[in-house]
Structures are given as C-alpha cells and as structure tokens.
C-alpha cells in the first residue's frame, strides 16, 4: 500500500527550504561579524577614546546593502523562475549567492567592498527568496501546503541560530579567520540546494503552462505517492489545465498536447504587460489580481516591521546596551527560541488556518514591545539588572510570538494567494516589498536608536497592531484548499474576509465538507479491485470522479468566466 502523502513531497520541501537557510544565515552572521576584533580593526574607523568603531553610515550599509541587493533580486527572480523554470532558477541564484560570498572572503581592508559583496549575495538571497516559497506552494499537497510551506521560514530560524552558533565559536579565532570562516561556510549551503534541487521534479503548474502535461503529471505522481494513470493524478492535472484556459486564454487541448496556443483574449504577460497586469483587478467580483499584490506587498512589508529584525541585526549590539556581558551567548537564546517556537508555528499554521494566528499574534507581539520599550525608557538597563532581566525576558516572548504566527505565516500566504498566470511576479512584488523595510531597518536603525533608544520598541508595537487589523479587514482564509479554489474564491463577490472561513468551492456545502474529504483522501481506496491509499490534496478521489469532474469543476469554471466578465 502506497504512503498517503510521498516522503518525497517533504523532502523537496525541505531541499528547496535551503533558500531560506541561506537567508536566515547570511542576516544572522552580520550581526556577530560586526563586533569581532579582526573584522572592526579593518574596517572600522579608529578614535583614541573608543577604540576602532563603526560610523553609523559604515556600519549601516554593511548591513543594509545585501536587503539592496535581495530587493532587487526579488524583482528579477520573477522572470528568470518563470523564463528557465523554478528549478533552474534556484541553481543560478546559488551561483551568484556563491560569487558574493567570495568577493567578501577576498577583501582585505576595505570595508565597501565587503558591502558589495553582500550586495551581490543579496542578488541570490532575493531571488531564492521568491522562487522557493512559490515552488513549495505549487507543489505540494493542499492540506499539508501551510507545513512544508513553511519550512521556509523554519530554515530561516536554524540559518540564524547555526550562524550565531559559528560566530560565537570563531569569535575566538585569531585574525581574518574568525569572520572569513562565518562567511565562507555559507558555500556549503549553496552547493546543497543549487545542486540538490536538479533532482527534483518541476513544478508541475509551471509545466502545465508551459504545454509539458507530462512532466506535470509526473510531478504531481510523484508527491502524491501515485502512479502517473491515477485518477487523482488525472483530475488534479485537469484542475490545473482548466484554470490556465480560463486564466489565460490557452487551449485546453493544446496545453494538454504540449502545445502553447493562445485563443480568444488571452492575456500576454511578458515584459512591462505582465507587471502592470498584476495591478488590474480590485473591485469585487473581478480577479481581484490588483487586490491580492497590494496586499501581499503590505503583509510582507508589515512582516518586517514586527521589529524581528531589530533584534536579528543587532541583537548582540542591543544586549551590550543593556549590561549582559557575554552579548553572543544571549543571542544564541534568542535564536533558539526563535528556531523551536517555529515548529509551533506550522503546527499553528496548519490548525487555525493563516487568519486568528496572525491576528493573535499581532496583538501578542505588540503586547510585549511595549513591555520592553517601557522598561527601557523607565529605568537604565545597564545599571538595573531587573530592568536588563525583564528586556531579555520580553524579547524572548516577543519572537516566540512571531515565530509561530507572522514569521511562517506571511511566507505561506504568499505561497497560496495569487493565481498561476502572475504568480511569479505577485510573489516578487511582495517580497521585493519585505527587502526594501528589510533594507531601510537595517540602515536607519543606527540612526534611530541614539535619538530615541528603547522607545522604538513603541514604534514597532503600533506596526503590530496594525497588521492585525490588516488581516482582519482584507485577508482571506485559504487553509485547506487547492490554489485553484483559493483563486476562486478571491473572485468570488460573496465572499468576504472575515467570513471567508466559511467560504466553500462550488459543488460543497460548506468548508468542513472540504475539510472531511481532504481527510478521506488519507484512507484506502479501491482502484479496479486493488487496494490502495489515495494522496491528499490531489482532487476528488475516484468514487467522486465522475460527479465532481461534471458539476463542480464545471460549476467553478463556469463562476472563473463569469467573474472574470465582469
């Protein structure tokens, strides 16, 4: 009897969440780097009163340019994952992450060129960061989109807690080899994904439109557990070639011959065309494209100014400030609880659904700002070890919020909300949007902090609560439902944010009926007399095929065309 779900769908989750490694690696080790001896006696500036110390302009654009350089490499992924495949494109952006990494373990003394190299790091970074969410959510099972999904952001905590482990161990280290060996381990985690993911299958949605219905049904064979005849196997490629006809205008027969033909008004979404479609579509009824991208780009600029960062960056800055001696070791904790909390948060994420989490800990996470700004600004941390004790205490409590609800949260929902045919560039516009907060935090904060100290923890807390307003007022529920039915039901002129949890795809009384037979797909079923397990999240299994494939598929068809008339 075949597995409900392949171990071979988790496995490529968590070889394409080496993106996010990367990334929590390369934010991590700034911080550390930027306090070891070696590194501040070649680049700092020096004054006889304080030592070799960095300006705020130095020390901000070290930090700051690789968010430039993933801010933009945001942007461009989105044509290169969609021209090369989600594959290829993650291999290439490896290589350039990799051609940083070597212009900074080469500088000697001066400083810009070890921020051009994080510059050009960054341009891998940025683009990894919109391709690998993108190809998780594209391929895998429905009901289990949010878990692997966000493995994305689960590796970004392990990136930040091995790179404070490996910092504080070669803070030791005599000379260019205490920050040399931070920055050179990261080859490793490169060579890891850019080769590792030509083993992979592509995403079969990517190949559907690009007219490679076999590899598509390949794909999904494969992460389903499923000979490639199965019906599941079947329907779900039929879910997906049907809504690319509606989408986009392509023949069905010609997509499913391998043949990319436009018909009726198809939509070209190639060069500047393509861009400004993902801005078309606000009203209700409508596709609602313009809706979702602006949305997308405000959860993930709102997911930078949780005030995570702030303590990512210059964590260890912030708890010399505060009179703990051993700042390194303080950071590992708070990376730790970053990195455990964040298996909570896909249990989290895949029991609640993406709305009352992010709520919830939009209100928590500002709860606790205020506590740590409050007792910042009453009393001197330095002198006070209660005042110190209590800032440790708040920080922690802080990112254990974060890291269950908002920080795999928004990874997740940018995965799942944007329809196939801009997909790409929706997903690149959003996390362009999380590098450019990510980049004017890392570079004004040095800025900041002298002119109003703790009290930024104020400012990070109204940023909270206002993303918890923000989902309430205008994100929609998408737990549990293929993308197709997501795209559908942003469509949907009925269908509001805060009742969308009760939103269900045409052809289903309600959500929990979606639900139940998700779990059904989990049980045996009888195939042509043999037994066998039927993959969750691949379609209706085959005592429903006929029904579902006539009514309810027809029913959502006929709904996508006349929402998309309107």
């Known amino acids: 009897m075949a597995s409900p779900i392949s171990v071979f769908a988790v496995l490529l989750a968590l070889l394409a969440s080496m993106g996010g490694f990367i990334f929590g690696y390369d934010t991590g080790q700034i911080s550390d780097i930027l306090i070891m001896d070696d590194f501040l006696a070649r680049f700092a500036e020096y004054n006889p009163v304080d030592g070799y110390v960095f300006s705020n302009v130095r020390s901000g654009l070290i930090v700051a340019l690789l968010s430039i350089g993933t801010l933009f490499g945001a942007l461009l992924g989105a044509p290169v994952a969609d021209y090369f495949g989600r594959r290829h494109a993650m291999s290439l952006e490896c290589l350039i992450f990799c051609i940083g990494v070597v212009i900074q373990m080469a500088t000697f003394h001066a400083w810009y060129q070890f921020a051009i190299g994080r510059l050009i790091s960054g341009f891998g970074v940025g683009a990894l960061s919109a391709a690998v969410p993108m190809y998780q959510a594209e391929t895998a099972p429905a009901q289990i989109r949010g878990t692997l999904t966000g493995t994305y952001q689960l590796f970004i905590t392990f990136g930040i807690l091995l790179a404070y482990c490996i910092g504080t161990g070669t803070n030791e280290i005599k000379g260019p080899g205490s920050w040399r060996t931070v920055v050179g381990i990261g080859f490793i985690w490169a060579v890891i994904l850019g080769v590792g993911i030509q083993f992979m299958p592509e995403s079969p949605r990517w190949s559907a439109r690009h007219g490679r219905p076999d590899a598509a049904r390949t794909a999904i064979a494969k992460v389903r557990a499923l000979p490639e005849d199965h019906p599941i196997v079947e329907g779900e490629l039929e879910e997906m070639i049907a809504s690319l006809e509606v989408e986009e205008g392509i023949s069905k027969e ?61 964590g260890a800055t912030i708890f010399k400030s505060v009179g703990i001696s051993n700042s390194f070791v303080t950071q590992i904790i708070l990376g730790a609880v970053n990195f455990v909390c964040t298996f909570g948060g896909l249990y989290v994420m895949e029991r609640y659904g993406r709305r009352i989490p992010l709520i919830v800990g939009g209100i928590w996470q500002s709860g606790w700002l205020i506590i740590f700004a409050a007792a910042g600004t009453a009393k001197d941390p ?185």
Request: overall charge positive; some cysteine; hydrophobic content about 40%.
């Open 254 to 314: 010609a997509l499913l011959n391998g043949e990319v033909v436009k018909t009726g008004e198809g939509v070209k979404v190639s060069g500047l065309q393509g861009w400004l479609s993902c801005f078309k579509g606000f009203r209700r009824g409508s596709s609602r494209v313009g809706y979702r991208t602006i949305l997308g780009m405000t959860l993930q600029s709102l997911q930078q100014l949780t005030g995570a960062n702030y303590f990512f960056y210059y």
């Open 382 to 566: 330095t002198t006070d070890k209660g005042i110190g004790k209590l800032m440790i205490v708040s920080a922690c409590m802080f990112i254990l919020g974060y890291a269950m609800t908002w920080a795999p949260g928004i990874w997740i929902i940018i995965g799942e909300t944007f329809p196939t045919r801009t997909r790409a560039k929706q997903g690149a516009l959003s996390t362009a949007s999380n590098w450019l907060w990510n980049f004017l935090l890392a570079f004004f904060t040095p800025f900041i902090v002298p002119a109003i100290h703790f009290r930024y923890g104020f400012v990070f807390a109204g940023c909270n609560l206002l993303g918890a307003i923000v989902v309430y007022l205008f994100l929609y529920e998408s737990s549990g439902m293929s993308l197709e039915n997501v795209d559908l039901m942003y469509r949907d002129a009925s269908a509001f944010p805060w009742t969308s949890r009760q939103w269900a795809p045409p052809g289903y009384g309600s959500r929990k009926e979606v639900e139940r037979e998700n779990k059904a797909k989990r049980a045996p079923v009888t195939v042509d007399g043999d037994s066998e397990k039927q993959s969750a999240g691949a379609g209706p299994g085959p005592q429903s095929t006929a029904g579902m494939g006539v009514s309810t598929l027809g029913a959502e068809e006929e709904l996508r065309k006349e929402n998309i008339a309107r």
